[in-house]
Nanobody, 121 residues
Framework: VQLQASGGGLVQAGDSLRLSCAAS????????MGWFRQAPGKEREFVAA????????DYASSVKGRFTISRDNAKNTAYLQMNSLKPEDTAVYYC???????????????WGQGTLVTVSS
């Protein structure tokens, strides 16, 4: 499966953004989806994950209550709605897919190219 992340940009603190991850090549319903991010000089970190049917979700404590992961299998697309953005959310955001649900990046086989989110104070 090929993944294409989009929707990043420059916003102010408190604003919202919605990231999209469009899949091609295989049906997205075969995969659990995850969002990860990497800030400059830092390790890649888990943001959110969603099961194949959308029934299971998990969030990093730093984004819980502000971010919402969702998916539309009919559109072969996953989303990350980000509200109340903070400067510390600035990072390159990556979507990833894997047949098995996981919160750990090392278990994800397929990755999008990343989309940059910059939050100014």
């Amino acid at each position: 499966v090929q993944l294409q992340a989009s929707g990043g940009g420059l916003v102010q603190a408190g604003d919202s953004l919605r990231l999209s991850c469009a899949a091609s090549g295989r049906t997205l319903s075969s995969y659990a989806m995850g969002w990860f991010r990497q800030a400059p000089g830092k390790e890649r970190e888990f943001v959110a994950a969603i099961g194949r049917s959308g029934g299971s979700t998990d969030y990093a404590s730093s984004v819980k209550g502000r971010f919402t992961i969702s998916r539309d299998n009919a559109k072969n697309t996953a989303y990350l709605q980000m509200n109340s953005l903070k400067p510390e959310d600035t990072a390159v955001y990556y979507c990833a897919a894997n047949p098995i649900y996981s919160l750990h990046s090392r278990y994800y086989d397929y990755w999008g190219q990343g989309t940059l989110v910059t939050v100014s104070s």
